[in-house]
């Protein structure tokens, strides 16, 4: 009977290994690909012969990419959007969770600050509206606008996971502090925030990946293409264009952009950044979402 169990829960344990390698290797195709595409040679990708290996390696499109000033200004764009958003992020959350994260008898307002960002996040006004205060605000071409729309519309549901992990941290250590004569601020930045790094560490890669990877408001609020950032420069790149209704300028553009190895090259570097930063926050995320996600 024992020797039976300890089959099948081999038998399950092979399953469900074999499961995890096969997704391990479906997310990494891509990947690969993009990386095999961007070091072929622009013939073969063009005929489509790059599959799992690049096709007469090179580092042309590399080099190519060097010399697109257009790239590297997309990409410190998108550098400074993420650091103004993620550090927003990062500032405002918990100030905001910790009052919200006690009991109506501790902060008599608290229900009507949960209706008012539950609201928001379940409703808006809509992208026109959207748009008409962007722009009533002076804050079209402005790295702003992307730091300020997009935080808005991710801080609370960032909000509600760090206050439901506060509310899971021991009353107890906030109750001695109180005795000791500790007050709000000293009990926020000494106890609840250092004890709350896995889910801080969580929402700020959430921040981060969206900043970086969002693409829409930088194709609504910048009207010149000098003011993209990087995600809405390369969906330029594989967007479909119907060429007959392109000015002589768009169509001389596209042509120079129309190299499928030049523009995997750009993928691919535009991936780095997401790709360094989650191994270091990785290991607070299962962490952070599972607690900041139960409710008592």
């Known amino acids: 009977m024992l020797r039976s169990k300890s089959l099948s829960s081999k038998l399950a344990d092979v399953i469900l290994i074999t499961i995890l390698i096969l997704i391990a290797i479906t997310c990494i195709l891509p990947l690969w690909y993009t990386l095999s595409l961007s070091l072929s040679s622009k013939t073969a990708a063009a005929a489509g012969a790059v599959t799992l290996w690049p096709v007469d390696f090179n580092f042309d499109s590399y080099k190519q990419l060097l010399q697109d000033?257009?790239?590297?200004?997309?990409?410190?764009?998108?550098?400074?959007?993420v650091l103004l958003g993620a550090g927003l992020n990062f500032i405002i959350v918990p100030l905001m969770a910790y009052p919200l994260s006690k009991t109506i008898k501790d902060f008599k307002g608290r229900n009507v600050f949960m209706w008012t960002l539950i609201f928001t996040m379940l409703f808006n006004g809509g992208l026109i509206p959207l748009y008409i205060t962007i722009q009533n605000y002076d804050l079209m071409n402005s790295i702003w606008a992307l730091v300020l729309v997009g935080g808005a519309q991710t801080i609370v549901f960032n909000i509600i996971l760090t206050i439901n992990?506060?509310?899971?941290?021991?009353?107890?250590?906030?109750?001695?502090?109180?005795?000791?004569?500790?007050?709000?601020?000293?009990?926020?930045?000494?106890?609840?925030?250092?004890?709350?790094?896995?889910?801080?560490?969580?929402?700020?890669?959430?921040?981060?990946?969206?900043?970086?990877?969002?693409f829409l408001y930088g194709l609504i609020f910048m009207t010149r293409e000098e003011f993209y950032p990087l995600q809405t420069y390369i969906q330029q790149l594989v967007v479909s264009v119907d060429p007959s209704t392109m000015t002589e300028d768009q169509y001389k553009r596209m042509s120079e952009l129309s190299n499928r190895t030049l523009d995997a090259a750009k993928i691919f570097i535009a991936m780095i950044p997401v790709l360094l930063v989650y191994p270091f926050l990785q290991r607070y995320f299962i962490h952070g979402i599972t607690l900041g996600s139960v409710k008592e």
């Open 69 to 81: 000033s257009q790239f590297f200004k997309s990409f410190w764009i998108s550098i400074q959007r």
């Open 165 to 214: 992990f506060f509310r899971n941290l021991p009353k107890s250590l906030e109750e001695a502090a109180l005795v000791d004569g500790a007050g709000p601020w000293y009990i926020l930045f000494k106890l609840f925030i250092p004890l709350s790094i896995p889910v801080l560490a969580t929402v700020s890669l959430f921040s981060i990946v969206y900043h970086w990877n969002e």
